[in-house]
């Protein structure tokens, strides 16, 4: 969050012209706070303790789970309106074809990997919970009210560019929680529809999803 907060400012003293931008500046943003939320995230690694693998064990659920973060995906290239006109991830500005692979590998690995369990520890098993109670961790995983869905619905969808899509998303991973009650369940889901995102903008070109 503070990453995402630094990238506004920057981009916004940009457009007042306090600051002078190169256009790939920013790229050069996204592989560090990639590395920075996965360290931080392997440093309390320990205190993940409602993320549960096991859970992933139950194939037929699992198999389905993949199925709706297809869906997602689906759903979000269709729902592309948007705040503004979102510039993307676009590592083919970068000068040689060595550092454009490095920058892509790191995109994807974040989209993929750091992204969708720094999210979902965030979105479905603190904030969720902790809108019921502050003290969250007396919440079963999974408990439901209408303003727990509500506004982590709505804000997740403020977090993202693409705000039709982002809510919906948001309620699809919140019904993955409340029919899973996993966190693991719903890593999946957020991983595979980021993944099939990446292999849609890789091969189409449309980097403006990123």
């Given at each position: 969050m503070a990453f995402v907060g630094l990238e506004d400012v920057i981009g916004?003293?940009?457009?007042?012209?306090?600051?002078?931008?190169?256009?790939?500046?920013?790229?050069?943003?996204?592989?560090?706070?990639t590395l920075i939320a996965a360290g931080v995230l392997y440093r309390y690694r320990s205190e993940y303790r409602e993320l549960t693998i096991k859970n992933l064990a139950n194939l037929p659920t699992t198999l389905s789970l993949c199925g709706a973060g297809l869906l997602v995906f689906v759903l979000w290239i269709q729902l592309d309106w948007t705040l503004g006109k979102p510039q993307g991830f676009n590592p083919t500005?970068?000068?040689?074809?060595?550092?454009?692979?490095?920058?892509?590998?790191?995109?994807?690995?974040?989209?993929?990997l750091v992204v969708p369990l720094i999210e979902e520890l965030f979105w479905r098993s603190f904030l969720i919970r902790?809108?019921?109670?502050?003290?969250?961790?007396?919440?079963?995983?999974?408990?439901?009210?209408?303003?727990?869905?509500?506004?982590?619905?709505?804000?997740?969808?403020?977090?993202?560019?693409?705000?039709?899509?982002?809510?919906?998303?948001g309620a699809v991973y919140n019904l993955i929680l409340y029919r899973t009650r996993s966190i693991?369940?719903?890593?999946?889901?957020?991983?595979?529809?980021?993944?099939?995102?990446?292999?849609?903008?890789?091969?189409?070109?449309?980097?403006?999803?990123w």
């Open positions: 916004f003293s940009a457009a007042q012209g306090f600051i002078t931008l190169g256009d790939t500046t920013l790229l050069y943003l996204y592989p560090v706070k500005l970068l000068p040689g074809q060595d550092l454009q692979i490095v920058m892509i590998m790191s995109r994807v690995a974040g989209a993929v902790y809108i019921i109670d502050s003290d969250f961790q007396k919440v079963p995983l999974g408990a439901y009210t209408r303003a727990s869905f509500l506004l982590t619905v709505v804000l997740f969808a403020l977090e993202h560019h693409y705000i039709l899509a982002g809510l919906m998303a693991a369940q719903c890593i999946l889901a957020h991983a595979i529809t980021n993944l099939a995102l990446a292999i849609y903008v890789l091969n189409t070109g449309n980097r403006q999803y």
